[in-house]
């Protein structure tokens, strides 16, 4: 079965993944994380490495690099 030009063949999928973050009354799920994220976890620098973190982003990185 040849595929559409114009939709990649993981478009249906992404389409299922967009109507399941949305409950049944069109509000959009939230998820609550279990400890709060400091900001610096979610951003990066330009080269995706950066020293000066946070001892909050520390914190949360020390388990996983351990």
Known sequence: MPLDQFKDAKGEL????????FNDDKTP????????????????SSSGLDPHIS??????????VA
């Open 14 to 21: 992404d389409d299922v993944k967009l109507i399941k973050a």
């Open 29 to 44: 799920l939230l998820f609550k994380a279990k400890a709060p994220i400091p900001p610096d976890a979610v951003t990066a």
């Open 55 to 64: 001892p909050a982003n520390a914190d949360v990185q020390a388990a996983r």
